[in-house]
């Protein structure tokens, strides 16, 4: 497993090592690669890495916005399965022809938490967001992340989205609003439950787990693109990404079915 490199990476010299690869992989070993929303990243990166183990197929994982990943499939980048943080986007791909019609599924449904890094900073109820004097909120963009618009709906929900408007540090997906807490550059935000998740708990800091019925469900879809039609390695991928053993590694990192 490893992440696409950016494409002006210079492959010269590698001859070698991808002859040496090549003879020791299956015959029939194959790479897919992955477009990941950021939120499932580290889930992810134990998945792909037990999927190769079992299967002798490699995976590539590029980790970004949702929003941008459309936008890039749309100009005909070369993903072969989209890991989406919503269902609309895999929908709205395989309406247009962009995906194989059939092939969606929900992976994963993801949970909302209001996070900071400092320890009894935000209180089980969430309260903080009206009686706290911080400066910033880190809240993934609403138009590119659907963590953001969950976010974006709890404050609406609450009836103080207008007033906390003015303090949002926006980013461009849910892992740079994770880095805006994790650093302190904002003392709280809005962040994936999975990325602040170890081992059944929250790994550091304080958080409210936001009630499910303050927004609408984050259904992650998964789809097939058109480019992974007939790719093994990428059915393959979509088919173990629905076992027990990828499903035991969701659950660990907070996520529902």
């Not at 580290?42 to 970004?64: C, K, N, W, Y």
């Not at 005909?76 to 309406?95: M, N, Y």
């Not at 409210?208 to 058109?226: G, K, S, T, Y």
């Amino acid at each position: 497993m490893h992440f696409a490199p950016p494409p002006s990476t210079a492959r010269s010299g590698l001859l070698g090592l991808a002859l040496l690869a090549c003879l020791s992989a299956p015959a029939d070993a194959d790479e897919v690669s992955v477009a990941v929303a950021a939120n499932f990243i580290a889930p992810m990166q134990q998945i792909a890495a037990a999927f190769e183990r079992e299967s002798g197929h490699q995976v590539t994982l590029s980790s970004g916005a949702t929003g941008k990943f459309y936008a890039q499939i749309t100009h005909g980048a070369p993903f072969h399965v989209l890991l989406a943080a919503d269902d609309t986007t895999p929908q709205r791909l395989e309406q247009e022809g962009r995906a194989v019609a059939g092939s969606r599924f929900t992976y994963a449904v993801g949970r909302l938490v209001l996070w900071s890094a400092q320890p009894g900073y935000v209180d089980a109820q969430g309260q903080v967001l009206r009686t706290g004097d911080f400066a910033h909120l880190a809240v993934a963009n609403p138009k590119l992340a659907p963590y953001g618009k969950a976010a974006q709906q709890t404050l609406e929900k609450m009836s103080i989205a207008d007033r906390l408007k003015p303090r949002w540090v926006t980013g461009e997906n849910i892992a740079q609003t994770y880095q805006f807490v994790a650093t302190g550059n904002a003392p709280l935000g809005f962040v994936a439950l999975s990325q602040v998740m170890e081992n059944g708990r929250i790994a550091r800091g304080s958080a409210w787990q936001v009630p499910a019925d303050m927004h609408e469900p984050i259904r992650q879809d998964a789809v097939l693109l058109n480019k992974g039609q007939g790719h093994a390695a990428a059915r393959a991928l979509l088919g173990y990404l629905r076992s027990e053993p990828a499903r035991a590694v969701i659950r660990a990192y907070g996520y529902a079915f």
